[in-house]
């Protein structure tokens, strides 16, 4: 290969590189683009075997025994999976639970779980009849707690079931079949489910022929999350900015005051009346006092000044009577004898105390 050969091999070499790692980058940004695809959701799976121990049931023993093995080889139709728990329940006229420990189905120890409970059934004491009003309330209990439950019971077809949807039709079934079965010595078989909480279906079947296990309904799809309808966007208001003082914190205006009338004011020089048309009254003249009033009284006795008694000030002095006041002659000379009398006993009585002058 010459050099140019090489040269070009090369360059191809490159150009399909480059194409492939843009391809797997392309591959790369798709994929976590593609919708998440919910996962199927997982149910707790539950398998509950119920045999009847009447008399009827004890010489079909051994067809039970041969579908209980048919059952468990198919795992149910491919319905019991992995870790799914298995009770076994008895029945007549009572109803026996807690007899026998409950399993966990595992398909390489099918052998083992299949020998354990067909060493029960063959141990059980089968008298009286059948009585489904001993069974029945328990396993409505039992569905109302599971999510998933097949319920498969071995009977003999005697006796009336209740409890369930499907009563009339088993019942019917049961009296077209207790002969035939009672014959041919082989049990029937009912397949009960149940899922969450409700039955969805029940299969009556007949051995030797095998026992039919319908698949269950599909879960029911959950009503799609509402859409959260984002609010409106809120228009944009400027803030509003107040100055001063609120109005409603400002004291009530003052009341205007009320106008007082004011009286027109006098004319000062206002015109005098109007002379009476009349003749004037005759004017007296006018009396002029006298300059002076001598104060003498007509009995020659000094004036007194009289004064109202209401403008005197009041004090505890006895008032003495203005007309009275005056002394008469004999109660005055009285008086001046005796001022006389008293003073020349003073001036005697002095010119003997004074001491007499030496010679």
């Not at 120890?109 to 409970?117: G, K, R, Y």
């Not at 082989?186 to 299969?203: E, M």
């Not at 509402?226 to 009530?252: D, E």
Request: proline fraction near 15%; charge should be positive.
């Amino acid at each position: 290969m010459t050099r140019f050969q090489m040269k070009a091999w090369q360059q191809i070499r490159t150009i399909r590189g480059t194409w492939l790692l843009l391809a797997w980058f392309g591959g790369m940004a798709i994929v976590p683009g593609l919708p998440a695809q919910p996962a199927a959701r997982k149910l707790d799976n539950r398998f509950l075997l119920v045999f009847d121990t009447s008399a009827e049931m004890k010489h079909r023993v051994a067809a039970v025994q041969n579908t209980l093995n048919t059952i468990l080889a198919t795992s149910a139709n491919g319905q019991l999976h992995s870790n799914d728990s298995i009770g076994v329940w008895t029945f007549d006229q009572q109803l026996e639970t807690g007899q026998f420990p409950l399993q966990r189905w595992n398909p390489d120890h099918a052998a083992q779980v299949l020998s354990n409970i067909n060493t029960f059934v063959v141990g059980r004491r089968y008298t009286k009849k059948t009585t489904f009003d001993a069974l029945m309330p328990l396993v409505n209990q039992v569905v109302g707690g599971s999510e998933r439950l097949t319920v498969v019971i071995f009977c003999d077809g005697y006796g009336e079931m209740n409890g369930t949807p499907y009563d009339q039709g088993v019942n019917q079934l049961f009296q077209q079949r207790q002969g035939e079965r009672q014959k041919a010595q082989q049990p029937v078989v009912i397949v009960l489910h149940s899922q969450l909480g409700q039955f969805v279906d029940c299969v009556v079947s007949f051995p030797p022929q095998p026992v039919s296990f319908p698949e269950f309904p599909p879960l029911p799809v959950p009503p799609p999350a509402p859409k959260v309808v984002p609010p409106p966007p809120r228009a944009v208001v400027p803030p509003l900015i107040i100055i001063g003082t609120p109005v409603t914190n400002r004291p009530p205006p003052p009341a205007p005051p009320v106008p007082v009338p004011v009286p027109a004011p006098l004319p000062t020089n206002a015109p005098l009346p109007a002379a009476n048309p009349t003749a004037a009254p005759p004017v007296a003249p006018e009396v002029k006092p006298p300059e002076e009033m001598p104060l003498t009284r007509p009995d020659g006795a000094p004036p007194q000044l009289k004064i109202d008694a209401e403008l005197l000030p009041r004090t505890n002095a006895v008032n003495v009577p203005a007309e009275n006041s005056g002394f008469n002659r004999a109660e005055a000379f009285a008086i001046g004898a005796t001022s006389l009398l008293v003073g020349g006993l003073v001036v005697f009585l002095f010119g003997r105390a004074r001491p007499p002058k030496k010679g």
